[in-house]
């Protein structure tokens, strides 16, 4: 057992920790007065407080919310900073039950004090420890009655054809009215792209204030993430001047400069949102959050250089059929506000959107560089990405190089080595050796756990951080096993190729992902950054490892 670090006669070091939500029956609980009665209760039991954490709009009902200060006061007293909290009501600390119960293991396991300015908690005894287990559990069941409610109040507003809650899009005010500059810029977007030659990209651009011929039309406007935000602050600074200073709330820092350019996948949103069209659509919450975690994951695979062709169609990042509602009969339910484009638009553009015959950019979603994501970055060790002028360091820039002469050179390499070694093309493994089958096996217990833990999070057995450690440990894992599987498949394909008498000549002549497939097997490439000043291509600069 770990016990307090507080000797002998000396005063117990407390913190108190203060949180007011934004749920309105907690606006009367001000943090003034929060702040008083856990400072009287410190001084009643003689308790020297060492520091106040305070979380101001912060939901303790939403498990996945960030708490900073709740967060700080974890760490602290993990590094021994206090032996007690004071919190001036139980709900005020949490409402997850899984969070209590790491309370109470401090306080059985470390012998952590915890106590409520009410009264009506202490962890150091067995009744105050099940007072506060029945009160979590009564809180969460309250919350979960009270998402039920409000889960069926937005499925009933759907169906009626109201506009949405929330956040609004682009085009449309909170109330479902159309906004007359942003309506244009929407309706000239969806005019832009079902042209023959309209683009993601170009469109991307023209919102960014950089148009071509083909997308002109398209006006500038700030990135709507930054006009949302600039909106809250506006409405806060409102409300902020009827409230006394100690309930005003902070503004929101902005998540981009109004002029930052717009990425393609904020114009894809726009694209295939039902609501321009008219339609009536509700997403549940769980899918929003389902969507936002897999479209990050897909976006660290492209920017890893592990993503799959899947990946690249940007056309299927997101499905907004399914979001339509319907009614008894199944037709789709149209909304009450007046749509931006006509459905027929829609469904063209949808179409288009759909079509993996469909170029999004300048040229192919097809690599165009031999070593984008294969060579190696000789100061960070990561794969650099291809740039229009060669190759460049994904992380900090440390490599930034001409392409042509690094990949003739590697080719020159690559081709002598099969033609004076033999052994190079003769020593490749099969597809169907025990080691692969050892891999598969591994790759599924993983993504196993996986999904074992997102069971235990969805019945509240283990918190977010723990189903974020499980989920960042196995797929470390996973990432590491599929290079391995990407290698043994990659060697299956390639047996054929180097099993010739000529491996060099075909290697050569092999078409771009044969020719990396090859590299990739039979050798590692790294490349140097150049000291600047340095004219022309210098082969030591390019490192080649044999595998």
Same mark, same amino acid.
């Given at each position: 057992?770990?016990?307090?670090?507080?000797?002998?006669?000396?005063?117990?070091?407390?913190?108190?920790?203060?949180?007011?939500?934004?749920?309105? #029956?907690? !606006?009367?609980?001000?943090?003034?007065?929060?702040?008083?009665?856990?400072?009287?209760?410190?001084?009643?039991?003689?308790?020297?407080?060492?520091?106040?954490?305070?979380?101001?709009?912060?939901?303790?009902?939403?498990?996945?919310?960030? *708490?900073?200060?709740?967060?700080?006061?974890?760490?602290?007293?993990?590094?021994?900073?206090? =032996?007690?909290?004071?919190?001036?009501?139980?709900? *005020?600390?949490?409402?997850?039950?899984?969070?209590?119960?790491?309370?109470?293991?401090?306080?059985?396991?470390?012998?952590?004090?915890?106590?409520?300015?009410?009264?009506?908690?202490?962890?150091?005894? =067995?009744?105050?420890?099940?007072?506060?287990?029945?009160?979590?559990?009564?809180?969460?069941?309250?919350?979960?009655?009270?998402?039920?409610?409000?889960?069926?109040?937005?499925?009933?507003?759907?169906?009626?054809?109201?506009?949405?809650?929330?956040?609004?899009?682009?085009?449309?005010?909170?109330?479902?009215?159309?906004?007359?500059?942003?309506?244009?810029?929407?309706?000239?977007?969806?005019?832009?792209?079902?042209?023959?030659?309209?683009?993601?990209?170009?469109?991307?651009?023209?919102?960014?204030?950089?148009? =071509?011929?083909?997308?002109? !039309?398209?006006?500038?406007?700030? *990135?709507?993430?930054?006009?949302?935000?600039?909106?809250?602050?506006?409405?806060?600074?409102?409300?902020?001047?009827?409230?006394?200073?100690?309930?005003?709330?902070?503004?929101?820092?902005?998540?981009?400069?109004?002029?930052?350019?717009?990425?393609?996948?904020?114009?894809? #949103?726009?694209?295939?949102?039902?609501?321009?069209?008219?339609?009536?659509?509700?997403?549940?919450?769980?899918?929003?959050?389902?969507?936002?975690?897999?479209?990050?994951?897909?976006?660290?695979?492209?920017?890893?250089?592990?993503?799959?062709?899947?990946?690249?169609?940007?056309? *299927?990042?997101?499905?907004?059929?399914?979001?339509?509602?319907?009614?008894?009969?199944?037709?789709?339910?149209?909304?009450?506000?007046?749509?931006?484009?006509?459905?027929?638009?829609?469904?063209?553009?949808?179409?288009?959107?759909?079509?993996?015959?469909?170029? &999004?950019? @300048?040229?192919?979603?097809?690599?165009?560089?031999?070593? @984008?994501?294969?060579?190696?970055?000789?100061?960070?060790?990561?794969?650099?990405?291809?740039?229009?002028?060669?190759?460049?360091?994904? &992380?900090?820039?440390?490599?930034?190089?001409?392409?042509?002469?690094?990949?003739?050179?590697?080719?020159?390499?690559?081709?002598?080595?099969?033609?004076?070694?033999?052994?190079?093309?003769?020593?490749?493994?099969?597809?169907? @050796?025990?080691?692969?089958?050892?891999?598969?096996?591994?790759?599924?217990?993983?993504?196993?756990?996986?999904?074992?833990?997102?069971?235990?999070?969805?019945?509240?057995?283990?918190?977010?951080?723990?189903?974020?450690?499980?989920?960042?440990?196995?797929?470390?894992?996973?990432?590491?096993?599929?290079?391995?599987?990407?290698?043994?498949?990659?060697?299956?394909?390639?047996?054929?190729?180097?099993?010739?008498? !000529?491996?060099?000549?075909?290697?050569? @002549?092999?078409?771009?992902?044969?020719?990396?497939?090859?590299?990739?097997?039979?050798?590692?490439? &790294?490349?140097?950054?150049?000291?600047?000043?340095?004219?022309?291509? !210098?082969?030591?600069?390019?490192?080649?490892?044999?595998?």
């Amino acid at each position: 057992m770990v016990t307090s670090s507080t000797s002998a006669g000396s005063a117990t070091r407390a913190a108190i920790y203060l949180r007011i939500s934004q749920d309105r #029956e907690a !606006d009367g609980l001000a943090l003034s007065r929060q702040r008083e009665d856990c400072e009287n209760l410190a001084k009643f039991r003689r308790w020297e407080v060492v520091r106040t954490y305070t979380d101001q709009s912060k939901s303790a009902t939403d498990k996945t919310a960030v *708490r900073p200060e709740y967060d700080d006061m974890i760490a602290d007293y993990e590094a021994g900073a206090f =032996d007690a909290i004071i919190c001036w009501d139980l709900d *005020r600390l949490t409402r997850q039950p899984r969070q209590l119960e790491d309370w109470i293991d401090r306080a059985e396991e470390r012998g952590l004090a915890l106590v409520t300015a009410n009264g009506d908690a202490d962890l150091s005894t =067995d009744g105050g420890r099940m007072y506060a287990r029945i009160k979590a559990a009564v809180a969460r069941a309250e919350m979960e009655r009270k998402s039920a409610r409000q889960k069926a109040a937005h499925q009933q507003r759907a169906r009626q054809g109201r506009a949405p809650k929330g956040v609004r899009p682009l085009g449309y005010d909170t109330a479902g009215h159309q906004i007359p500059a942003e309506a244009k810029a929407v309706n000239a977007i969806y005019r832009a792209f079902n042209d023959d030659k309209g683009t993601l990209r170009g469109i991307a651009r023209a919102l960014s204030g950089k148009p =071509d011929e083909q997308h002109a !039309d398209v006006p500038q406007l700030p *990135r709507h993430s930054w006009t949302l935000n600039d909106e809250r602050n506006a409405r806060r600074r409102r409300e902020n001047k009827k409230l006394p200073k100690e309930k005003q709330q902070p503004l929101r820092k902005p998540p981009c400069a109004p002029d930052a350019p717009w990425p393609e996948s904020s114009v894809l #949103e726009i694209l295939r949102n039902p609501r321009y069209a008219g339609y009536a659509v509700y997403t549940q919450k769980k899918d929003r959050r389902q969507a936002v975690a897999e479209n990050a994951e897909k976006q660290a695979r492209l920017d890893n250089g592990t993503a799959t062709d899947e990946d690249r169609q940007r056309g *299927r990042r997101r499905s907004w059929r399914d979001q339509i509602v319907t009614d008894d009969d199944g037709q789709p339910i149209m909304g009450q506000w007046e749509p931006i484009i006509d459905v027929e638009t829609w469904q063209a553009v949808q179409a288009k959107l759909d079509d993996h015959r469909r170029v &999004t950019n @300048s040229g192919s979603t097809r690599r165009k560089h031999t070593g @984008s994501g294969l060579y190696l970055c000789g100061v960070c060790g990561l794969p650099v990405r291809g740039s229009s002028r060669g190759y460049r360091c994904r &992380t900090e820039g440390h490599v930034n190089r001409t392409g042509a002469p690094i990949d003739e050179y590697v080719m020159d390499e690559i081709a002598e080595r099969l033609a004076s070694a033999p052994e190079a093309s003769a020593t490749v493994p099969t597809s169907d @050796s025990p080691q692969l089958a050892t891999v598969v096996a591994d790759l599924d217990g993983l993504h196993a756990r996986i999904q074992r833990a997102e069971k235990d999070y969805a019945t509240n057995l283990i918190e977010a951080a723990d189903l974020k450690r499980v989920r960042d440990t196995a797929r470390a894992e996973i990432e590491r096993l599929e290079r391995e599987r990407l290698e043994f498949t990659r060697n299956a394909t390639t047996v054929p190729l180097l099993g010739t008498s !000529d491996p060099a000549g075909l290697f050569k @002549s092999a078409d771009l992902e044969g020719r990396r497939r090859i590299i990739d097997i039979i050798a590692a490439v &790294t490349l140097l950054p150049v000291p600047q000043g340095r004219r022309g291509f !210098d082969p030591g600069t390019v490192q080649i490892t044999w595998k």
